[in-house]
């Protein structure tokens, strides 16, 4: 069996691969396989420089979305109330014509 050695990178790389996600609009998975490196690694890097920055972690922007998310749930399920709504009272003014 042959030992793998570690592969080392520089903070210029680490900084350029977290601003393809960042910035560029890469998925993390999609610019991993892009530079070849494993996702975990890029995920790492993204996690330790906000870390750096004083950002809060990524579940700041979470508790946002999962409010919009919920939002966004009632107001598909009222419309499909409303239009099964419809949809009986279109079926039965046919029917009564």
């Known amino acids: 069996m042959s030992k793998q050695t ?6 210029e790389f680490k900084a350029d691969a977290v601003s ?16 070849g490196i494993d996702r975990s690694c890029l995920d ?3 996690r330790e420089q906000r870390q750096q920055q004083g950002a809060p972690s990524s579940s700041g922007g979470r508790d946002e979305r999962d ?3 919920r939002q966004l749930r ?4 009222k419309l499909k109330t409303e239009r099964d709504i419809l949809k009986k009272a279109a079926f039965f003014a046919n029917e009564s014509s």
């Open 6 to 11: 570690r592969r080392k990178y520089s903070d």
């Open 20 to 35: 393809l996600v960042e910035q560029e609009g890469y998925g993390v998975t999609e610019a991993a396989r892009r530079l």
């Open 44 to 46: 790492r890097w993204r």
């Open 67 to 69: 409010q919009e998310l």
């Open 74 to 77: 009632e107001e598909n399920r």
